[in-house]
């Protein structure tokens, strides 16, 4: 009974996402300032770790250089904005097309390599991409950054400003909403199934007639994309972007939320992200050298479970992902 | 009137020197099942891979339905109706029986990555996988996880895999190796099935196995075919029984 009942719970169109939303929805309105800021954060670190998810635990290309997509999103919207006084949807549209081609003429190189040279090679793409951001002062503002104007939100019939955190608490929401739904809906389609497959025995998957290279770009070239979405929010968010966007940290983030909330379970990486952005809002006021928790519960999280939490639980219960 | 499908034209493999194949050229027609002996280290598997695309020949050529595949990547020899299993058990671990053999299926379809359509809303697909599931004797495993299925069948999945493609031209590469006694002609009766429908090459190290099934025989030394024939010819072949079945 208990059992089927938390079947029921988890299972993801029941009834815990509704609940979710609804929580969401209220809480925008209710929550003291501050925790909605932190809400804000971890809704677009969420996007940010659902996207990396698609492409370490759907397909096992373990790259540590997503931050590169990350950059170029929140880059492409502050200069669009700021230099060609682009309006927000296009800007917003401009920089996840940025992050595509992008992804597309650097995973054309990047996806044939085998594990190793693939996280080699990863990384040395953003570290050029760190690099330059640094190097071009004229353009990035470099370690300073830049700050900017953020456009309104033009919605047809009226616009806001997401200076009213509000407005932006619900503009971020959207996204993530928007997010899990078209990555799940992905998940579950042949092409999800087609990844899952090429994670579990790659050259299986090609002697059945499937052009892997093909389908690892495409998991590739999807999770660019919504990284450059999070960067994009980022940015307005924060209404500054600087070369940090871009730097290995930014990278490593996602790699932590997906180990420690479970790799190839979409909502992982987000439980991953709650867990350490409080861990980081609350501990790191007190104490400098928080990561090292992070590190020991990484290694208590994984010597448990593989799979992180999400998989353990799924595991405890019977629910295959 | 019998048609050559498959074909190989003094076919020639060698790595950093040694030659694993050496000038082989044979001819198959459809619907033949044929077996290949030979001993360890006879390049038995270094044929198959050379068929499915894996390896590329040092020299040769190879033709499929008479048209020339010589170094054709593996996803498009799949593509053109030539599947294998392996020596070595060669599945998804992490996914169910089904789903092992629904991405099989699913690779004959001619949408495959439409990432609209809901994957369990493709019935035919689905009915497909359950049909091949049954007919190698998997059907009361669907459901389960493919690494926890039991040695022997795992290796029928394999084979469930490989003709979930619908291939014309089958590799079986020891098919019931670890395999116990019992399990074993489970797998043998697999094959006899299919051996029915599809033309099908068979290595296999037990040799009444090969002599029971295949309807012509090829051995395999040092890389080299040094005799093809019936079952009964081969079994008679003094240099055959010398070199591989031990006899003086």
């Known amino acids: 009974m208990s059992q089927r009942l938390m079947e029921v719970v988890l299972r993801p169109t029941s009834l815990i996402l509704p609940v979710i939303l609804v929580f969401l929805i209220v809480m925008g309105i209710l929550l003291p300032s501050s925790i909605r800021s932190l809400l804000m954060e971890i809704m677009i670190f969420s996007i940010y770790g659902m996207a990396y998810d698609i492409l370490f635990g759907f397909s096992n290309q373990f790259s540590y250089g997503q931050a590169l997509f990350f950059g170029v999103g929140a880059y492409g919207v502050l200069l669009l904005a700021l230099n060609l006084n682009a309006d927000l949807w296009t800007a917003m549209l401009v920089a996840v097309m940025l992050s595509l081609v992008f992804a597309f003429v650097l995973g054309i190189l990047a996806v044939r390599l085998s594990e190793a040279y693939f996280v080699i090679i990863s990384v040395i793409f953003n570290m050029v991409f760190y690099l330059l951001a640094l190097d071009w002062t004229w353009l990035t503002g470099g370690d300073d950054g830049l700050t900017f104007t953020v456009p309104p939100i033009p919605l047809g019939f009226a616009s806001y400003s997401v200076y009213d955190p509000i407005v932006n608490y619900y503009f971020i929401l959207f996204f993530v909403i928007a997010t899990y739904l078209i990555l799940k809906r992905i998940i579950d389609s042949p092409l999800g199934k087609i990844l899952v497959s090429i994670r579990e025995n790659e050259e299986r998957a090609e002697f059945l007639g499937y052009n892997v290279i093909r389908y690892k770009l495409i998991a590739y070239i999807i999770s660019a994309m919504f990284t450059g979405l999070s960067g994009t929010l980022y940015a307005i968010r924060t209404r500054y972007a600087s070369a940090d966007y871009f730097s290995l940290i930014m990278s490593a983030d996602p790699i932590i939320w997906t180990l420690i909330g479970g790799a190839g379970t979409l909502i992982g990486p987000i439980v991953g992200v709650v867990i350490l952005r409080i861990l980081t809002y609350y501990i790191s006021v007190w104490w400098r050298n928080y990561f090292i928790l992070i590190g020991g519960l990484m290694i208590l999280v994984l010597r448990v479970s593989p799979k992180g939490i999400v998989g353990y639980i799924a595991s405890k219960i019977g629910v295959k992902f | ?248």
């Open chain 2, 1 to 248: 009137m019998v048609r050559t499908i498959f074909e190989t034209k003094n076919l020639t493999k060698a790595f950093n020197g040694l030659v694993a194949i050496d000038n082989v050229s044979f001819k198959l027609v459809e619907g033949e099942l044929r077996g290949i002996i030979g001993p360890n280290g006879a390049g038995k598997t270094t044929l198959f891979n050379l068929v499915n695309g894996y390896l590329k020949p040092t020299s040769g050529k190879l033709y499929f339905y008479g048209k020339d595949i010589t170094g054709i990547q593996p996803h498009i020899i799949s593509q053109m109706g030539i599947a294998a299993t392996f020596q070595l058990t060669n599945i998804f671990p992490g996914m169910k029986v089904l789903e092992n053999v629904w991405i099989g299926v699913h690779s004959r379809s001619k949408r495959r990555w439409n990432p609209f359509v809901h994957a369990k809303s493709l019935t035919g697909t689905t009915r497909r996988s359950e049909e091949i599931c049954k007919l190698v004797g998997l059907w009361d495993k669907i459901n389960e996880v493919a690494t926890n299925l039991s040695h022997g069948n795992q290796r029928l999945l394999e084979i469930a895999i490989a003709i979930s493609s619908d291939p014309t031209l089958l590799l079986l590469d020891e098919p019931t190796a670890g395999v116990s006694p019992q399990e074993a002609e489970n797998v043998v009766k697999v094959i006899e099935n299919l051996s029915k429908t599809k033309t099908i090459i068979l290595i296999e190290h037990d040799v009444d196995i090969v002599l029971r099934l295949a309807e012509t025989i090829m051995v395999l030394d040092k890389g080299r075919v040094i005799a093809e024939g019936q079952p009964d010819e081969i079994s008679e072949n003094s240099e055959v029984q010398r070199i591989y079945l031990g006899v003086e």
